[in-house]
């Protein structure tokens, strides 16, 4: 038998036959499209299009209510989150939007302020670089206007200076055309009366070279002495001396430069030089335009070195043909001096530690060789240059071994030379052995 529950709604058709129809569920009543009766309305009568309603009412309880309210209340909680959700959404929207007109407000017064900033940086440097240009124009035009003055004197000087040469050419001209031999003739028939240098037709330098006259008259003196102590006298040429009328080559002639241009002498050979009263023997080497004084000795060929104990155990002394007052006189009125030296070895070192050295004029121990123009003391010429045989050795000969090499070079310092000795050690041992040359005393120009 169906319950009271199964069938709630009773229907009675035209022919008084009763039917039941079963309650329909809530989910079904939901979605019933069929125009049954409608949830919240229980009361009402729903049309049949077979019978008429009887006895239509609803027998909802309290546990479908309580479902339905139930429901009601989670949608309506759903809904309010959602609003709320959206509320604060909006809130967010709204304070992005304000805080980016913010920012936006903030970045356009930056830049601005930056935008004014290179404004008045680019005015300062336009003004800068209009100041730098107006100074640098006036720093100009000023040195251009002293270039020009200054070239303006150059040029009046360079005119005076081309004034002068073109005289001294017409002098000097006259003076060939005339043929003057000497001063005298210069004195007497060109009529020359300043003192200087003066081209002579026929010397031996021919028209290149010249010679001083000095047309003075220096009374009270008779030798050149005099005339250097009583007038300080010390540029070569010819002077007057006393009441003579004849031309004096003074100061006395202590090289064969000085020689040369006082009595003309074109070849080579041994001449005296010196004082009237003190005159000694000198070697001239004569070449076109320049004389050398040669001072010579009796060691000027190789001699071999015998064999002794100990460093610069081994001594020689050369012998100059003049006495030394005589050579250090040609040495301080030459321009220039020099003298050769060379030291031949075989497992013979010279200068570690100092086993070789020379010896100047004043009895110093001189421990540089030839060709070292520092003078530092244990180089060779080799040394220098970073040319020797064992290239960690200042000298060839420190090298030490049985080949034979060789240290050799000039020596120029006017204030040692000449050499007054040579030592070398090193040779007491067989297969040890050392071979010493020196050159003579050379000396050219005038100081």
Known sequence: MMSQDDYKHIYVDDNNEVTFQRRTSLKETCQNNTGHETLGEPNKTTPNNTGQVVNAKSTWNDEDRTKINGKFKVIFSLAIVLFIAIFAL??????????SNFQNNELKEMLIEETRKLESNLINSVTDF??????????????????????????????????NIVTNNKREADILRRGSRNCSELRDNPGITTAGYYMIRGNYYEATSY???????????????????NYNIGNYGYYLLGTSTKFKYCPDVYTCHHLMHRDGITESGFYEVGTPDDQYRVYCNLFPGFAV?????????ETQATRCSGAACYSHRPQYDIAMEHIVKIIKHSKQCQQYIKYRCKHSVLSIPTQGYWISRDGEQMKYWGGASSKRPGYCGCGETGTCDNKLRKCNCDKNDISITQDEGYLTDKSKLPVTEMRFGDIDHAGEAGWHTLGKLQCTGSA
């Open 90 to 99: 909006l809130g967010v929207l709204l304070s992005w939007a304000s805080r």
């Open 130 to 163: 209009r100041n730098a240009s107006r100074k640098a124009t006036l720093t100009s035009e000023s040195k251009l206007i002293s270039m020009i003055e200054g070239a303006k004197l150059s040029l009046n000087q360079s005119k005076h200076d081309l004034m």
């Open 211 to 229: 010679i001083y006259c000095d047309f003075k008259q220096y009374a009270g003196v008779s030798s050149c002495s005099q005339l250097t102590s």
């Open 293 to 301: 004084t040669e001072i010579l000795h009796n060691s000027t060929e």
